[in-house]
């Protein structure tokens, strides 16, 4: 079971969700040989949790089980498939992570430098003098204000100018770099970083920088009024007694979320972009070792990730994980660094606990 010495970071602790595989003659549900486990625990989850999602487990790159579970749309009975797209939420962290390293690499923004040098306009501001890092940790002592809101802040159309603006007045809540405190400005003030050193916007960048290299077919920014074919909707539960009440997500608008979490993708395509940054694709040696070092003063953060000693299979090592909810639309992906196993929950419902279900797979032999 991988331990998650996370605490300080409770509040940024969110659920994640699951995938199917493809059926292959001899072996359940599609799942490569040595898949069993996986597919016993996993259905047993699924079952007594009603989980909805995919999940997929992979063996240095190797899909080892992939399998989809319940309904990407509850009025229509349409079943997941393992290609289903969902919104991944705050796994869009991670992307956006990658982008400010790429521009670190490329001498554009330093990481230790004040983002007003490079967004002046901000230069009279409380938060002028915070750092990139800071920013990358959640300690840049801004307003958690947006954590605190619920949906309020995302139930307007807001670029990231403008949801700065509303969520980063008023002076710092504490000084940079003094504690852990999520929140998803931080990435706005990132996501408008991005824009002004490289003189385009966040989801193009994401296009040609990562998606694109890598030919993920599926992955991509959000809009309001886009139509994507593929995409699950996404649901919660009402009601503390199970089985609850399911109800469609309340409306919202994706942009609103912008480089914090308003991106869509399936499994596959992450476990793509997990096996770039492990085999140094998008980025160096160097800079993928600044991105996962862990900060264990502010809880384990890394960039983009929680970096953490764990067990998977019954082997110590690192892991690093990320996680990610936006009422129904669940998501998680952990990585153990030393051994070159990821896991991939993808979920369109806040019905199952996917702590449980991430403690389940990195049991499994």
């Given at each position: 079971m991988t331990s998650l010495p996370l605490r300080r970071a409770a509040a940024a602790a969110l659920l994640f969700g699951l995938p199917l595989l493809a059926a292959a003659a001899g072996h359940p549900a599609g799942s490569a040989p040595g898949a069993a486990g996986f597919d016993v625990v996993v259905r047993d989850f699924a079952r007594?949790?009603?989980?909805?999602?995919?999940?997929?487990?992979?063996?240095?790159?190797?899909?080892?089980?992939?399998?989809?579970f319940g309904l990407a749309s509850e009025e229509w009975r349409q079943p997941n498939r393992?290609?289903?797209?969902?919104?991944?939420?705050?796994?869009?962290?991670?992307f956006t992570a990658v982008l400010v390293m790429r521009a670190v690499e490329a001498g554009r923004l330093q990481l230790d430098a004040p983002l007003a040098r490079w967004l002046p306009a901000y230069a009279e501001r409380p938060f002028a003098a915070v750092t990139v890092d800071e920013l990358l940790t959640y300690a840049s002592g801004l307003s958690d204000h947006d954590q605190n809101d619920g949906m309020r802040p995302y139930q307007q159309p807001l670029d990231a100018a403008a949801f700065i603006e509303r969520e980063a007045g008023g002076p710092l809540q504490s000084p940079p770099a003094s504690r852990f405190a999520y929140k998803n400005v931080d990435y706005r003030l990132l996501e408008q970083l991005l824009e002004a050193v490289e003189g385009k916007p966040f989801a193009t960048l994401v296009d040609e920088r990562i998606v694109k290299p890598l030919g993920l077919r599926d992955t991509a920014v959000l809009r309001?009024?886009?139509?994507?074919?593929?995409?699950?909707?996404?649901?919660?539960?009402?009601?503390?007694?199970?089985?609850?009440?399911?109800?469609?997500?309340?409306?919202?608008?994706?942009?609103?979320?912008?480089?914090?979490?308003?991106?869509?993708?399936?499994?596959?395509d992450l476990l793509r972009f997990d096996s770039a940054l492990r085999e140094y694709r998008l980025l160096n040696r160097q800079s993928t070792a600044t991105m996962l070092r862990a900060h264990e003063a502010l809880g384990?953060?890394?960039?983009g990730f929680w970096t953490y000693p764990c067990?998977?299979?019954?082997?110590?090592?690192?892991?690093?994980?990320?996680?990610?909810?936006?009422?129904?639309?669940?998501?998680?992906?952990?990585?153990?660094?030393?051994?070159?196993?990821?896991?991939?929950?993808?979920?369109?419902?806040?019905?199952?606990?996917?702590?449980?279900?991430k403690a389940l797979l990195t049991d499994v032999p």
């Open positions: 007594s949790q009603h989980f909805r999602g995919v999940v997929l487990v992979a063996d240095h790159g190797k899909p080892i089980y992939r399998r989809a393992v290609d289903t797209r969902f919104r991944i939420a705050s796994l869009t962290k991670t309001s009024g886009d139509l994507v074919p593929r995409l699950a909707s996404a649901y919660v539960v009402e009601g503390d007694s199970a089985p609850g009440v399911l109800r469609a997500d309340p409306p919202y608008f994706p942009e609103s979320f912008g480089a914090a979490g308003a991106m869509r993708s399936t499994v596959d384990y953060v890394a960039y067990s998977v299979a019954g082997r110590d090592s690192r892991c690093a994980e990320r996680q990610g909810a936006i009422q129904g639309s669940n998501a998680l992906w952990l990585r153990d660094l030393d051994h070159g196993r990821s896991f991939i929950v993808l979920s369109n419902s806040n019905e199952a606990d996917l702590q449980k279900l």
